[in-house]
């Protein structure tokens, strides 16, 4: 099926230090959404991204959006063991099918 | 509001069986799209419906199959199953096609 890259696939961390995963498309995208899912959870929507260059902060999150509408990031500062889960992009390339397309999925693993 | 809901939470099938999944999704929200979960392939799109009509499909072969009803509760069918259809399958439900989504907790599918 189709979907779309990010790296890494897997990060272990100390707590406290920072943690980014990319998400990237060959392709402009509409927009962009990030998802945390817990172990044995379900995905839950953290933030949608539209604008290019666009920067958007939630506490220890800051998310960016590429210029070119390509690509995005997740950056966490300081990260805590609550941070742990499998972080998605899900990215909309517009258009007629307004779809969304789910990420690899980046794996956080914090240690304490 | 009460979230996306899913029923059943876990099932258990064998090869040959079919199977119906139901997912009721958040009072309002018109969007509905269904997702296969797996350890080695991540989150694969299936089909996404709004106004009971299937907008989009994914790379799934046709005896995965789906609708929605007039109050948006949705339903998928898998038939002949397999084994390599052991899977979570995640509901979600958004207000408008192509935004912000919400999951709900899955059905755990097993196939022995």
């Known amino acids: 099926g189709q979907q779309v890259m990010q790296i890494p696939q897997y990060q272990h961390v100390q707590e406290g230090e920072d943690f980014t995963t990319y998400c990237n498309s060959s392709t402009t995208l509409s927009n962009i959404q990030w998802y945390k899912q817990r172990p044995g959870g379900h995905p839950v929507f953290l933030i949608q991204?539209?604008?290019?260059?666009e920067v958007k902060k939630q506490k220890r999150l800051t998310f960016q959006f590429g210029e070119a509408k390509k690509n995005s990031s997740l950056h966490i500062t300081a990260t805590q063991t609550t941070d742990v889960g499998t972080y998605f992009c899900?990215?909309?390339?517009?258009?007629?099918?307004?779809?969304?397309?789910f990420g690899t999925g980046t794996l956080l693993a914090v240690q304490p | 509001k009460a979230g996306v809901t899913q029923t059943p939470r876990y099932l258990i099938k064998t090869r040959g069986q079919q199977v119906t999944l139901s997912c009721s999704p958040i009072?309002?929200?018109?969007?509905v799209s269904w997702y296969q979960q797996t350890p080695g392939q991540g989150l694969q799109f299936l089909f996404e419906y709004f106004s009971e009509t299937q907008r989009n499909k994914g790379n799934f072969p046709g005896r995965f199959s789906g609708r929605q009803f007039s109050n948006s509760r949705s339903e998928m069918n898998v038939s002949t199953l397999e084994l390599g259809d052991s899977a979570l399958y995640l509901c979600a439900s958004s207000l408008f096609r192509g935004h912000e989504q919400y999951f709900g907790p899955g059905t755990r599918l097993t196939v022995t």
């Open positions: 899900a990215v909309n390339y517009g258009g007629a099918t307004n779809k969304l397309i």
């Open positions: 991204l539209v604008k290019s260059g």
């Open positions: 009072s309002g929200h018109r969007s």
